[in-house]
């Protein structure tokens, strides 16, 4: 153990400065515990583009006081769209209107990214979490009543919890699970650009999802319809010949060539320097190891089919600042419950999220029969969506 340690304590240290561990840090602040959040890289920020976020996050980001700030910076849509990206017909869709937010207590919003993380280290800051850039951690132990975050300059800080919030390839996780994250085979290609930047129309009240053999498109409009974000994703060639360097921006244009001209053209607006492998992994039944628990992607990484991964992360966080509050002082009791509490639920998203993509992705007699049967959807029947956004 170094001797080079923290002089103030605190009950709580985040490693992860992303979305998640922002949002478990703003959770526990707000019930009043003192927490360090400490980010590995020179200053915040997230890369990427748009996310959505259903009733069961925006509730939360209610609870916490920023919604209104995110709906000030995001949208919200009239129509979730799902089209056949082949054909270009609507199939299905979801009516985001008062009947809906009346169902499930909250509105459905598309964000950027880096607004919505903007928004979080504000108000984190603005709390009195003490936020720290520069951070590599290398292990986390725990012995009594305490645990020690080491870093790789030496410095560790003591807390009574640790919180790993460290994303998909989370090093923390490597000491509790000791797995791998789990290739799809499927790439995604993004980009959010300015309307008049777009090579065709696009419906700026809508989140529409293209879906097509082995490809999706998905639009929807940003920052307050001044922008449209795109994600295409497609199942890589090159991964099937079990190549290691795969989904390269090569492949993309072929993957689409048998869609519909909207979905073509649209592709022009992608950003073809960057690409995002995807991947998930295994659930698992153990998040803690001794006073450390993984929260976010770090536990339960989520592919993106049910747009569900920032919003699992904002409900882990709600539920543990909710249990250490019921658990009062007791940090391993509050651990476990917040686990039981999420464990099956997380799994069931991620499973669900597999399925989903494959649903999507489906091709020849099978995707006759799941158009035939979308299309046959009384569109107000929530039978599909209750689990996730009533929760």
């Not at 009062?328 to 917040?338: E, F, Y």
Request: aromatic fraction near 6%.
């Amino acid at each position: 153990m170094s001797s080079n340690r923290a002089v103030d304590r605190q009950d709580v240290v985040v490693v992860g400065g992303g979305i998640g561990g922002l949002a478990a840090a703003l959770a526990l602040r707000l019930r009043g515990r003192s927490v360090r959040l400490l980010e590995r890289a020179a200053e915040f920020g997230e890369v990427g583009a748009g996310l959505q976020l259903a009733p069961n996050a925006t509730r939360i980001l209610r609870e916490w006081g920023v919604l209104a700030q995110v709906l000030a910076a995001g949208v919200e849509p009239q129509r979730l769209v799902l089209r056949d990206a082949v054909g270009g017909g609507e199939l299905t869709h979801l009516a985001l209107d008062a009947e809906f937010r009346t169902r499930f207590g909250a509105p459905y919003v598309v964000v950027h990214r880096s607004d919505l993380h903007r928004i979080l280290v504000d108000a984190c800051r603005a709390a009195g979490v003490l936020l720290e850039t520069n951070r590599q951690v290398d292990r986390v132990e725990s012995t009594g009543d305490t645990a020690f975050t080491c870093c790789a300059d030496g410095d560790v800080f003591e807390s009574d919890v640790v919180l790993g919030v460290d994303g998909l390839n989370s090093t923390l996780r490597d000491g509790i699970v000791g797995d791998q994250p789990v290739p799809s085979g499927y790439v995604a290609y993004r980009g959010a650009v300015a309307v008049e930047q777009m090579p065709a129309e696009v419906n700026l009240d809508e989140v529409v999802a293209w879906i097509g053999p082995g490809c999706h498109l998905v639009q929807y409009p940003l920052r307050q319809r001044q922008m449209v974000n795109q994600v295409a994703v497609f199942r890589s060639p090159a991964f099937d010949r079990g190549e290691s360097d795969w989904g390269g921006p090569e492949e993309l244009d072929d993957a689409f060539r048998n869609c519909c001209e909207p979905v073509r053209s649209g592709l022009a607006s992608l950003w073809r320097d960057r690409r995002w492998q995807m991947h998930d992994r295994e659930p698992t039944d153990n998040w803690i190891s001794g006073r450390l628990l993984l929260l976010g992607d770090a536990a339960h990484p989520v592919l993106q089919y049910l747009a569900q991964g920032a919003c699992q992360a904002l409900e882990d966080a709600a539920t543990l600042a909710s249990e250490a509050t019921k658990h009062s002082d007791d940090w391993p009791a509050a651990l476990r419950a917040t686990q039981q509490a999420r464990i099956l639920r997380t799994a069931r998203v991620q499973r669900n999220a597999r399925t989903w993509g494959e649903v999507w992705h489906i091709d020849g007699v099978g995707r006759l029969l799941r158009n035939e049967l979308l299309t046959n959807r009384d569109p107000s029947d929530y039978t599909h969506i209750d689990w996730l956004y009533a929760n």
